[in-house]
């Protein structure tokens, strides 16, 4: 079994969309300053954020965010967003931070990536870690416009400030460099970002060390950080700990131990690990043999657009094992079989023999057509 079925480019950019912040998450925990009872207040429309009696002693700038906070939990983007920008504009760097974010995601007006930048620089000129953090994820976003340059420097301003998704953000952008000493370097801001919790720093940590990232290769290492990561509720992680442990990398070899890190993978809709768990049930690796549920696996990762998993439905559809032989369903598969997630070819002899068995039985118009409707069921 091949440990992992997805191409360098691949995981490449599976990485990069791990790191990846939600784009509609806004106003993170950090943020949310508000005392409990006002915040649930709020939540629950109890009071009127522009009218509710405030704590005595505030300046007028700290009524202003307070203000904010409170319309921003009650969903009154249009208050939260003017407050926001007024206590801003009188130093409050939290404030700053979520007219950032507003002005980003469109709440509370027209989404402007231009406003937010400018709240975010002015958050980032005290340090603010989401600020600078954001900054980062704006620059990357290539917009010359900005004129935020490269979106490593923002990330590791973020990263020394202390915030956990920049120090994966920086990890990912050393580890992209061509400068030996940036690899190191990547692992050491990977590791920190995992000993706190990251379950994405956790998976780039084990990740850098599979592949010897600034410095030797660890697969011992990485199979604990796998797991770490999978226990944290990463799927890939769960993935790469099960293939680690099916081909007895980084410690013994287990079929069984394989089998239910992958399962695991499998549940959490990860399409390689449905594939690849499928063919642990098809081939009595580590439990019982099913071929019917070894099936159903593989249509599951086939959907998901894996491309072994489509082969591996193909060769069951083609056989009538586990499922209804089904020929033209089958060719299908096979055919999208031939591209991975990317749309790179694939270059797979069992895959490129099985296409050409189908085509030899299958009528002329019957390829035709399915090569028109693609992939499905």
């Not at 580590?286 to 998901?304: I, N």
Request: aromatic share 8%; glycine share 10%.
């Amino acid at each position: 079994m091949i440990r992992s079925v997805l191409t360098a480019a691949c995981l490449a950019v599976l990485s990069a969309a791990h790191a990846q912040e939600d784009p509609g998450a806004a106003f993170p925990d950090e943020l949310i300053l508000l005392p409990e009872d006002v915040q649930r207040d709020a939540q629950a429309g109890d009071f009127d954020a522009e009218t509710a009696e405030v704590p005595t002693g505030m300046t007028a700038a700290q009524e202003a965010w307070y203000r904010a906070q409170m319309a921003f939990v009650s969903e009154d983007w249009y208050l939260a967003r003017r407050y926001a920008e007024t206590a801003a504009v009188s130093g409050i760097t939290d404030a700053a931070a979520l007219a950032g974010l507003m002005a980003r995601d469109g709440r509370g007006g027209e989404a402007d990536m231009a406003a937010a930048a400018g709240w975010f620089r002015r958050a980032a000129e005290q340090d603010h870690p989401v600020a600078l953090y954001q900054l980062g994820l704006l620059a990357r976003l290539g917009d010359d416009s900005l004129d935020l340059g490269d979106p490593r420097r923002w990330f590791e301003r973020a990263a020394r400030a202390g915030h956990i998704d920049a120090m994966v953000a920086y990890a990912l952008a050393l580890k992209a460099s061509s400068v030996p000493q940036d690899g190191q370097s990547a692992r050491r801001w990977a590791e920190r970002a995992a000993q706190q919790g990251s379950a994405e720093g956790m998976y780039q940590l084990a990740q850098m060390l599979d592949a010897g990232v600034g410095g030797e290769r660890d697969a011992e290492g990485a199979r604990i950080w796998y797991e770490r990561a999978a226990e944290a509720n990463l799927a890939e992680g769960a993935f790469q700990a099960g293939m680690m442990w099916a081909d007895g990398e980084g410690g013994e070899q287990d079929d069984a131990e394989a089998r239910r890190w992958l399962r695991i993978a499998a549940e959490s809709n990860y399409p390689p690990a449905q594939g690849q768990y499928g063919l642990m049930l098809y081939q009595g690796r580590g439990g019982e043999a099913d071929a019917a549920l070894a099936a159903h696996w593989f249509g599951q990762g086939a959907r998901g657009g894996d491309a072994e998993s489509q082969f591996l439905y193909a060769f069951v559809l083609a056989q009538g094992d586990g499922v209804e032989q089904d020929l033209e369903a089958a060719y299908r598969w096979v055919v999208a079989a031939g591209a991975d997630a990317l749309g790179a070819p694939v270059h797979n002899r069992d895959r490129d023999r099985l296409q050409a068995a189908l085509e030899r039985a299958l009528p002329l118009e019957v390829q035709a057509r399915v090569r028109e409707a693609g992939a499905g069921d």
